[in-house]
């Protein structure tokens, strides 16, 4: 596994050592050193919990290549001030320059425009540190978003507003001509949060398999970094209803419809509910539709089309 990166600091010929441990760049020398225990029990090859000799040699390398070099550049004041003025360097170098910054995460574009960045900041390490190597498959993208908080956090910090940070460079003046009108182009798509997409495929493919318990980790954990995705609600609605926690189940469909009332699988999952209580669907233009789209598919109602890979089979 290469352990190149290019966001964040790293983009800057930097190595971002508080991105590898997960702590934020004003931590001290006893933060460090708690943070790197805990990881360091994950990755040695005496404690590691890993299923295959592949995730033990990838465990291993990320401990010697990666994590041990982080600690030693950190853990030592001296090191550690030269380190964090290089990158207070850098910071106010780009805020001076007005540099466009790239960002592509959900995380680093909130913490670029909330007003309160160092309390928004803190939580955001808070949180990524609860999964930053429970997957090591995913490990490289979460160290990624981390240090794009830390570059967002440090360009702030030396006084540069990055409200209208973007993961696109700035469009310049003559583009917003389209075919000779005057027409603004569509804003930039935001790109996918990887650490995020990745615990969501895995809950997805876990719930196919019927292994339910490892799917709902899963759901959990994205939900701690997106807690209003809709998908997220879903898909834990699904899992619930599946092992008959029809309570749980209803709050997450719920969840989802509120925040996308026209979520199909939570439309879905509520009218399992509503069959299962032996109540009558309510008439409304969603429920119609819900309706209509399985109507010419009833055969497959249990076990196939859209929803039969999350709804069909045995329940645990």
Known sequence: ??????????????????????????????????????IARRLHPDSCAAASDEEKRLASQLLSKLVNPAYEQLYQDKNRGEHNAVLMQMAKRLAEESTSVELTTENARQLAGTPNFESAYKNAISQITKFQYKSLGQVKDAIAQISELNLVYLIRSAGKSLSTASSTPTVSKNSNAVNGNNVAPPPPQPKEDPVFAGYMRRAQELIAKNQLLKARVELQDALKMQPNNNQCHSLLGVVYLKQNQIKMAKIHFDRALQLDPKDEIALEGKTKIDKISGKKPAASANKKTTVSAAAGKSSKSDSGGLFGGFFGGKKK
């Open 1 to 38: 596994m290469s352990f190149q990166i290019e966001r964040g600091l790293f983009k800057y010929d930097l190595i971002d050592y508080h991105a590898v441990l997960c702590v934020r760049v004003d931590a001290d020398a006893q933060e460090i050193r708690k943070r790197y225990l805990k």
